[in-house]
């Protein structure tokens, strides 16, 4: 069964930090993974998607890293600022319907 | 945004009733599917559909059950509510269930079971 874990659960920076979101996941045999943002009370927006093929995505102040051998994927923010307050979610897909979500990590970015 | 609505967005009920929560897309996108998020537990899928009346069973199912007659729309059924069954539902949809397909959820229901 997969299982997929994010650490840490919760992390505070100031504003303009560069910071590092981690997932980690144990069955290597995904289709692809992807990370969400999730605001209070909202649903989930899609941020960036990496097919099992791939080792990075990038989308503005974002960068989603892929390593599949290490069961690792890590979502990097650049000059982070306030409004990227939010939780972050990742989700890994061993296929079409099928997928684990971590618990996400929440982030608070300081003025 | 993807255009997908859930009705109702808030719900309370009793134990025991039956309850209907309904997912519309205006995407034409073949897959839908049904979350509930609980803290601890994050989002956890309960049932999804690859095409109009072909649905399988997610990793929570019982309890549940799906129908989807038409493209646009995933209906999920609580035939018996419990208070186990308390929680945020979120329907999300893809194109073609395809490596490279995102998939785009909706707002939310919140539903409360007394």
């Known amino acids: 069964k997969q299982e997929v874990t994010q650490i840490p659960a919760a992390l505070s920076v100031p504003e303009g930090e560069n910071l590092v979101l981690n997932c980690s996941f144990t069955?290597?045999?995904?289709?692809?993974l992807q990370w969400f943002r999730q605001d209070p009370g909202k649903g989930l927006t899609s941020l960036l998607l990496i097919q099992s093929s791939q080792r990075e995505q990038t989308s503005g102040r974002l960068n989603a890293s892929l390593d599949k051998s290490s069961g690792r994927s890590t979502l990097y923010i650049a000059a982070s600022q306030p409004g990227d307050s939010a939780t972050y979610l990742c989700?890994?897909?061993?296929?079409?319907?099928?997928?684990?979500f971590g618990d996400g990590t929440t982030l608070t970015v300081k003025p | 945004d993807a255009g997908i609505t859930q009705s109702p967005r808030h719900k309370v009920t009793e134990t025991g009733t039956p309850v209907t929560l309904r997912c519309h897309q205006t995407e034409n996108h073949r897959y839908m599917y049904w979350y509930r998020q609980d803290p601890g537990h994050g989002l956890r899928l309960i049932h999804y559909s690859y095409g109009v009346k072909d649905t399988d069973k997610g990793e929570v199912s019982d309890g549940y059950s799906v129908s989807r007659s038409k493209t646009e729309d995933f209906l999920l059924t609580l035939e018996s509510a419990t208070s186990s069954q308390t929680s945020v539902y979120f329907c999300a949809i893809s194109e073609s269930g395809g490596a490279a397909d995102t998939q785009y959820f909706g707002p939310g229901t919140r539903l409360t079971v007394l």
């Open positions: 069955d290597s045999a995904i289709y692809n």
């Open positions: 989700a890994a897909y061993t296929n079409a319907g099928k997928s684990t």
